[in-house]
């Protein structure tokens, strides 16, 4: 590996590190994540110069930062355990130990996947709850850690004592928490770690307490002045277990047998368990014994976790099947002939990319291969192990639709661009009369879906027809009573008026968004005459380039789409190119950076939202940043914005910001 290639893998490993420990939404699963850790090791061990002081491998992780968060340093560093991958480095660990004490006894324990907390009792009464952070300070959740069930908030023990465990989600409380959502429309959480994290961190114990979270205890980590002081590990789990605290389910094992014996047990039965499990740990059961095995500054003494490997299965794939997602983009599935239970759950289906994909495996209907599954991660299949017969060809026609379907070379997606096209029809529309478009005050998404259910919107065209109804869509209180009906269809006349790079935006041409239809439409007079230039003309503009000017040539050569255009015309909708005159976008000339989680957008909404207005989105905070739009969870992009003096705002305020201009 080059030097220039060892700096790109740290980038790419602090960005997910910076995704995990502060955002709570990682992009790549936890097995491709120590992955790339590992191969960081293997490059720092080959190469000790490379090595830099702030490498993702001397550091623990997080940043503690949280809004209004209090930190707390440690009294005992809170550290993480060293992982292995293989039962011969367990094998090899286990021997050490015996070497240097042969009556060394062993705890495997399982490695709930949740976050660590550490509780300080004094005199039997819980004074201080703290988050792991960096491992050396943390933050105080205490009032969040009172609302949790399994947190003991009295316990009789006199003295001192810290506690050290896991609090996790159940899969029964995630379930709820992300039906919830769905029903409100909002983002659902990515697998139970993250939601507890971000759960534990809420500034809201509200929240905390109506989530639902559990501990599981797993660590004295200092006693004074009672029983527990000097007892060894499962000694003193066994005693707190029988004052009533949740302890983690553990054994006690002095031979490699019984060590592997148990982790294969754990190892069985995790598909089963109410929580997740990312691994087992073995730790020395005599803890005096411990510090003859230090790990380095960033992990425990006398640990180690042991990582399952993904669980994988072979499967025969029956068919693949196809849908069209709400933006006309081919999603592709494949339908197993069988079953096959993976991780606790019984899988059919597995993802499969895109057509690329698909035809570099070799996946056809009929052939077997290996999918995988760890965790939170969708089903994938990872390869063919036997090929069928036949290879899979490409869909040409939409199969909603059958319209003729579109390849963008870039991204490998396929597409079906028709704007009638059912499985579309009702985004295409609301899209249409939006506010990033032509603007159709009151006329919402929830409207132009009961319209289009009830077959009175077929394409955008026909909104231009909605006022020959205006006596059953009262009658039937559609849109409103009379008053509000009257609102609507009023409004939907004046946008006849509108300057045509709004209805050039509103019809979803890929590639062109509101910015670039405002600079497109400056050098035509009216959507007729863009209809007619040739690729050449259309690469000349500024800001268009190859694939977006076939997207827009493409468009206006389909018979359906012109007519579209035609019955909108014939309507009396405007398609001159009025004057240009100031820029109407709320945001224009501002730049944005989104952190954290947002109550009701997601990344991508807000991003487009953004530049629909005008404004750009950018993704790291530098002084050029305008605004910095924080949710839940920010991490160290708010603590950059506030070094900065950026104003930092919340998603209301961004969408009061563009309410105002508007
Ligand atoms: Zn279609």
Redesign the pocket.
């Known amino acids: 590996m080059e030097y220039q290639e060892y700096l790109e893998l740290v980038d790419k490993i602090n960005y997910h590190m910076d995704l995990y420990y502060n955002q709570d939404a990682p992009e790549i699963s936890d097995f491709d994540y120590d992955q790339l850790m590992l191969q960081l090791k293997k490059v720092e061990g080959e190469h000790p110069e490379w090595v830099k002081e702030d490498s993702p491998t001397r550091r623990i992780g997080g940043t503690t930062k949280r809004e209004a968060g209090v930190e707390v340093t440690h009294n005992v560093p809170m550290l993480s355990i060293q992982d292995v991958f293989s039962k011969e480095e367990v094998e090899d660990w286990v021997k050490q130990v015996k070497a240097l004490h042969k009556d060394a006894a062993f705890s495997v324990e399982e490695k709930i996947d949740g976050l660590s907390m550490t509780l300080r009792y004094q005199d039997g009464n819980l004074t201080l709850a703290e988050t792991r952070g960096d491992g050396r300070v943390g933050e105080d959740v205490t009032l969040n850690a009172l609302v949790i069930p399994d947190v003991k908030k009295k316990i009789a023990i006199q003295g001192y004592l810290e506690l050290r465990g896991e609090v996790y989600m159940s899969h029964e409380d995630f379930e709820r928490f992300n039906e919830s959502q769905e029903k409100l429309g909002k983002k659902t959480a990515a697998n139970p770690r993250n939601l507890a994290a971000g759960t534990l961190r809420q500034l809201d114990s509200g929240v905390v307490k109506e989530r639902g979270l559990r501990m599981y205890v797993f660590n004295v980590q200092q006693a004074s002045g009672n029983e527990l002081e000097g007892m060894e590990h499962i000694q003193a789990l066994t005693y707190l277990s029988n004052m009533g605290i949740y302890v983690v389910p553990h054994k006690q094992c002095r031979e490699i047998g019984e060590i592997f014996d148990e982790i294969d047990s754990i190892g069985d039965r995790r598909g089963e368990l109410p929580y997740d499990i990312d691994g087992a740990v073995v730790k020395l059961d005599q803890v005096a014994y411990r510090q003859d095995f230090p790990a380095g500054s960033k992990y425990s003494a006398g640990h180690i976790a042991y990582k399952y490997p993904p669980e994988e299965k072979e499967v025969e794939i029956e068919e693949i099947e196809v849908a069209?997602g709400r933006t006309?983009k081919m999603t592709f599935r494949a339908r197993f002939k069988e079953p096959v239970r993976l991780c606790g759950t019984n899988v059919q289906r597995a993802t499969l990319h895109n057509i690329d994909f698909i035809q570099n495996m070799g996946i056809s209907p009929g052939c077997k291969a290996i999918c995988r599954k760890q965790g939170e991660i969708i089903p994938a299949i990872i390869r063919v192990t036997k090929q069928s017969e036949a290879s899979y060809e490409a869909p040409r026609n939409?199969?909603?639709?059958?319209?003729t379907l579109m390849r963008e070379e870039e991204t490998c997606d396929i597409y079906?661009n028709?704007p009638s096209?059912?499985?579309?029809v009702k985004r295409t529309i609301a899209y249409f009369a939006g506010k990033g478009a032509m603007d159709i005050k009151n006329f919402g998404t929830v409207y132009v879906e009961q319209l289009v259910d009830l077959g009175y919107l077929k394409d955008m065209a026909d909104i231009y027809t909605l006022k020959n109804h205006r006596e059953e869509l009262i009658e039937q209180g559609i849109m409103g009573k009379e008053k509000n009906t009257d609102k609507i269809l009023q409004a939907i006349e004046d946008s006849k008026q509108n300057d045509a790079y709004m209805l050039l935006t509103g019809l979803a041409i890929r590639n062109v968004g509101k910015v670039s239809a405002k600079e497109i439409m400056k050098h035509f007079r009216d959507i007729w005459e863009l209809s007619q230039a040739s690729i050449d003309t259309l690469t000349n503009l500024p800001d268009v380039g190859e694939i977006t000017a076939s997207c827009i040539y493409n468009y206006f050569r389909e018979a359906q789409n012109l007519e579209m255009l035609k019955k909108l015309n014939d309507s009396g909708v405007n398609l001159k190119a009025l004057s240009q005159g100031d820029n109407t976008g709320a945001l224009e000339g501002l730049t944005f950076v989104v952190t954290g989680t947002l109550p009701t957008l997601g990344r991508k909404e807000v991003g487009e939202l953004i530049e629909n207005n005008g404004g750009k989105n950018t993704g790291s905070v530098s002084k050029k940043t305008n605004y910095l739009v924080a949710g839940e969870a920010a991490g160290s992009k708010l603590a950059k914005a506030v070094e900065l003096g950026i104003p930092v705002i919340t998603e209301e305020e961004l969408l009061r910001m563009i309410e105002n201009t508007n």
């Open positions: 069209v006309g939409c199969p909603i639709c059958g319209h079906c028709n096209c059912p499985a579309q």
